[in-house]
């Protein structure tokens, strides 16, 4: 059984940066891709950021093209999301997923087979 811990959620003001990370064990971590999502009170989860088992793709929400970078170090089995330019509309509760499927670099929630219990990211005006 793959467990995902979030951490790295916080209070930041508008502008700021904050650095997301996200530490599995019990799987074979090196061989999944991993995402983020994001929740909001009041709206249904979406996705972020995706980053295949390799970490030679990635793929990115347009919301937050330019400003998150999804990064991977296999060896540590840790995926991170490194958040810039933070706006009021990227608070929300963060999850990080594990998709198996080899070769996978999914957009959908459902596509997903592991969930952390997800961090709170606050981006105040």
């Known amino acids: 059984q793959v467990q995902l811990v979030e951490s790295g959620g916080g209070l930041v003001q508008a502008g700021g940066s904050l650095r997301l990370s996200c530490a599995a064990s019990g799987g074979t971590f090196s061989r999944y891709a991993m995402g983020w999502f994001r929740q909001a009170p009041g709206k249904e989860r979406e996705f972020v950021a995706v980053i295949r088992w390799s970490g030679g793709s990635t793929d990115y929400a347009d919301s937050v093209k330019g400003r998150f970078t999804i990064s991977r170090d296999n060896a540590k089995n840790m995926v991170y999301l490194q958040m810039d330019s933070l706006k009021p509309e990227d608070t929300a509760v963060y999850y990080c997923?594990?998709?198996?499927?080899?070769?996978?670099?999914?957009?959908?929630?459902?596509?997903?087979?592991?969930w952390g219990q997800g961090t709170q990211v606050t981006v105040s005006s």
């Open positions: 997923a594990a998709d198996r499927r080899l070769g996978a670099l999914a957009r959908r929630g459902f596509e997903y087979d592991y």
